[in-house]
């Protein structure tokens, strides 16, 4: 039986325009055969946890370069719980020093990528997330 | 004779030898030959392509002494935290022997937000200095005399009001606006291209920087009024002939603006600088540089037709490429900080930034910053590379590749012109498309390891602990921030600030210069969040669509 297909957002919160990694990611996880909705920059956690609600997406995955990590994910975690998406995998990468990945890893949100992870340790980690949590 | 050219000797020797398996193209993808000879100089050597230092078309540098008379500036852009933080930084970079000071501002600053705005929360003083008032520039200054420091601003879409903030707290230190000396970057173009923070759409945006080019053409001649940049079209992905020609075109987008605004172009070209990224591939960022010099100066004497010499100058600034940069064994970024830098002094910049080793976990440390500000020093005072003028002219690979340089950003000038110019090209999404593509093109040659970065798609150190301090910048800097911005908007002359913006937002309808108006919003402690809306009124937001 064929896989059922992945559908993932990719989202820049915040005001960081630094968005080489969210697009080469997207275009990766679609070349994967991923469903992806790029929402692009300046993205409010309300506006991100909305999209997922309307698009029913299995993966959120943000990325963040401004150092505003703690605050963006842990709200996204928040607002996701809230709407019913307490199962979806919250995901994403940046420039995220390792004690912070631990504390939000506590908060529940899933792997973070930084500089130097290839596409496919990503493309994978979304795959066997997916695998392990049917829905 | 006929067997005695020793090319014809060398080749079938080349031909029949075996060689690595490796991928041969420059990190832009660029096809390399073997070798290069003395044909390959055919026509690259003469006066008017070559000439001498100091002399059109300045390939060779733009002093006729270059680092014999004036080493480069060495220039590290650093902001953090609150005002008071980031000017203790810089007291430690002067009296490190820094020469010039480079502010970095935080998000919202850069987005001309204010740090209580809804979208600040999280970033206020996380990648810069937040900046939301004329009293956070007299605090970021403190003790530090502006008429006799020369002061680089990485500010874009609020620029004009920031310089007006700037310009205010001069004036408050009895410092005349003729004597000032620094850098606005102020290129709201690669904005949309690459760096992705602007407020409105172009025209308005390119209203202000021709606003501000007239009033310092008037009252502050010795200002730098655009820093025409390419540094962050290339951390977005692109090649270095992208980098080249779209900062280029940019540079001539402003040129046209201005004159179309009734300014002679002797008048301003002589304070547009540029900024250009120093990249891992070391002779193709050499070669970019010398042809970015050749062609600007080019086009502003034949297209332009600038009269002055000093119009045809592409002065510029160059940093060393945060892309570059690994999260992995990040002691090695000393060395690849190094290689790059040393790419800039051989391409003759006039004034350079070091990153840090640290940069791609988190904001540099103060270890991290003098080491990068020591490497500098060391290939000023060590290494003997500046005694000599240009000194990889007439390499035959060198100038064979600045030329090949040359003629690929002549084809992408030509591409944009096709496209109606850079404002079209814009909003048809060129740029963004080209820019993604080159990107993707480079991750996948990365993934199939055709090419390597040491320690992260090969030669990796498994047992690796992290070992290195990392700075971490307060969650109480936004409260503190967040705190003196109430307090200022309690203790200030809010019916002036009222009618300032007022007056700002019905001159914003008209053609008349700006800047006297931002100048009299800035001296009442109007925020920057309230300048931005009040020219919001009249000029309204922009939006891009989202493509990968």
């Known amino acids: 039986m064929a896989d059922p297909i992945i559908k993932v957002i990719i989202a820049k919160p915040g005001l960081d325009g630094h968005d080489r990694g969210a697009k080469v990611v997207a275009r990766a996880l679609v070349e994967a055969g991923m469903e992806v909705v790029y929402l692009g920059l300046r993205q409010t956690p309300e506006a991100i946890v909305h999209a997922a609600v309307e698009e029913d997406v299995d993966v959120i995955g943000l990325s963040i370069l401004s150092g505003a990590h703690m605050t963006h994910f842990r709200k996204v975690k928040e607002l996701m719980d809230k709407e019913g998406l307490g199962d979806r995998l919250l995901t994403g990468g940046g420039i995220i020093p390792t004690k912070d990945q631990a504390k939000l890893a506590e908060a529940g949100i899933g792997r973070l990528f930084g500089p130097g992870d290839d596409l496919q340790t990503i493309i994978d980690y979304i795959r066997d997330w997916h695998r392990s949590h049917p829905r | ?548």
């Open chain 2, 1 to 548: 004779m006929a067997n005695t050219d020793p090319k014809k000797t060398w080749e079938p020797k080349f031909g029949r030898s075996e060689l690595r398996d490796a991928d041969f193209t420059s990190i832009s993808g660029r096809p390399l030959r073997p070798l290069y000879t003395a044909d390959d100089l055919a026509g690259l050597d003469g006066d008017d392509v070559l000439g001498f230092p100091g002399e059109y078309p300045y390939t060779r540098g733009v002093h006729p002494s270059m680092y014999r008379g004036k080493l480069w500036t060495m220039r590290q852009f650093s902001g953090m935290g609150t005002a008071e933080q980031t000017n203790a930084r810089y007291k430690f970079l002067l009296e490190k022997g820094q020469t010039g000071l480079s502010v970095a501002f935080d998000n919202p600053t850069l987005y001309g937000r204010d740090s209580d705005h809804a979208l600040s929360v999280g970033e206020v003083g996380k990648t810069g200095v937040a900046v939301d008032t004329l009293a956070d520039m007299e605090r970021l200054f403190d003790g530090i005399p502006l008429g006799r420091v020369s002061t680089s601003m990485t500010i874009n879409a609020p620029a004009a009001w920031i310089f007006a903030m700037f310009l205010a707290n001069a004036e408050k230190q009895g410092a005349p606006f003729a004597g000032l000396r620094g850098t606005l970057q102020n290129d709201i173009l690669k904005e949309y291209i690459a760096q992705k923070e602007w407020i409105f759409p172009p025209l308005p945006h390119l209203r202000l920087i021709t606003d501000l080019m007239a009033f310092c053409a008037g009252h502050v001649p010795q200002w730098n009024t655009i820093s025409v940049s390419g540094y962050h079209i290339r951390e977005a992905g692109s090649t270095a002939a992208q980098e080249l020609a779209f900062t280029l075109a940019d540079g001539f987008e402003y040129v046209e603006r201005a004159v179309a605004a009734g300014m002679d172009v002797d008048d301003f070209a002589p304070r547009l600088s540029f900024f250009f990224n120093a990249h891992m591939d070391f002779f193709e960022e050499i070669a970019k540089m010398r042809a970015a010099r050749r062609i600007w100066a080019r086009r502003l004497k034949d297209k332009y037709k600038a009269k002055s010499p000093r119009s045809w100058l592409c002065r510029f600034h160059v940093q060393t490429a945060g892309c570059s940069l690994t999260a992995q064994q990040p002691e090695l970024n000393i060395v690849r900080t190094a290689l790059e830098a040393l790419s800039g002094v051989l391409g003759g910049c006039q004034s350079l930034h070091t990153n840090s080793m640290d940069e791609a976990l988190a904001l540099p440390s103060e270890k991290a910053v003098e080491i990068a500000l020591r490497t500098q020093q060391i290939i000023a005072h060590e290494s003997g590379v500046p005694h000599v003028i240009d000194p990889l002219g007439g390499s035959y690979y060198v100038e064979k590749l600045t030329a090949e340089l040359e003629e690929e950003a002549e084809r992408i000038f030509h591409k944009i012109d096709e496209l109606g110019g850079v404002v079209p090209a814009i909003e048809q999404g060129f740029f963004q498309r080209e820019i993604t593509r080159a990107a993707y093109e480079y991750q996948m040659a990365l993934f199939r390891k055709r090419k390597v970065i040491v320690g992260v798609n090969d030669f990796r150190n498994a047992e690796e602990t992290l070992e290195i301090p990392i700075l971490e910048i307060d969650e109480s800097v936004e409260r503190d921030q967040v705190r003196a911005l109430h307090e200022v908007k309690a203790r200030r002359d809010n019916g002036a600030v009222r009618r300032s913006l007022a007056a700002l937002t019905k001159a914003a309808a008209t053609p008349e210069n700006l800047m006297p108006r931002l100048l009299d919003c800035a001296r009442v402690y109007a925020t920057l969040g309230e300048t931005s809306d009040a020219l919001t009124v009249a000029f309204g937001e922009y939006m891009e669509k989202p493509i990968f």
